[in-house]
């Protein structure tokens, strides 16, 4: 009911910046919240970033000055810019749309994208 398309991620240098969008797809009247999360090999997924439909913003204290969040409702889209790039950066990077309302006014549960991979090396 409710898809979800990561893309931007890539290969970048130490101290390099890149940037991820989220779009999501389908009957959707609304959605309350949009966040990223990621998770590195063999680590829990943790939460990157969050952002709310009135432009609130949470971040995970290791991307506080370095990443910001940012959404547009009316496209239903995220973005996630990374700047400073970190080797512990690297992680795959999941969106997540939460507290979604189709249009015909169902709720859906949390709804996860497939992932891009972010790789921080030189």
């Known amino acids: 009911q409710v898809h979800l398309v990561e893309l931007g991620g890539g290969l970048v240098q130490p101290g390099g910046s890149l940037r991820l969008s989220c779009a999501a797809s389908g009957s959707i009247f609304s959605i309350d919240a949009m966040a990223w999360y990621r998770q590195a090999p063999g680590k829990p997924r943790e939460l990157v970033a969050a952002?709310?439909?009135?432009?609130?913003?949470n971040y995970a204290d290791s991307v506080k000055g370095r990443f910001t969040i940012s959404r547009a409702n009316a496209r239903n889209t995220v973005y996630l810019q990374m700047n400073s790039l970190k080797p512990e950066d690297t992680a795959v990077y999941y969106c997540?749309?939460?507290?979604?309302?189709?249009?015909?006014?169902?709720?859906?549960?949390?709804?996860w994208g497939q992932g891009t991979q972010v790789t921080v090396s030189s």
């Open positions: 997540n749309a939460n507290g979604v309302t189709l249009t015909t006014r169902a709720k859906v549960a949390g709804s």
């Open positions: 952002i709310t439909s009135g432009n609130s913003t």
